[in-house]
């Protein structure tokens, strides 16, 4: 099981063959950030972090649910952002 943003971000790019050059590259966002995003010195913001996993064909998928909510899901919210 991943244990944090970073380490989620490291497993899927790892799993494309992906390295953070090429990352860099398709997203205009920094080799040296990316580094520090994966080694939970910085954490990127939710558009931020869909935007990486877009560049990997993936997609980010939030959801958010009361500990107290039913079995049929009621008071979920889920986030959805496509890149």
Known sequence: ???SVGDLLREVRSHHGVSQEELAAKTGITQETISRY???KATP???KL???LGALDEELLLVVRSRRADARGKG???LYLRR
């Open 45 to 47: 913001t939710v558009e």
């Open 76 to 78: 979920a919210r889920c």
């Open 50 to 52: 869909a935007a990486l």
């Open 38 to 40: 994966e080694s939970g």
């Open 1 to 3: 099981m991943t244990s």
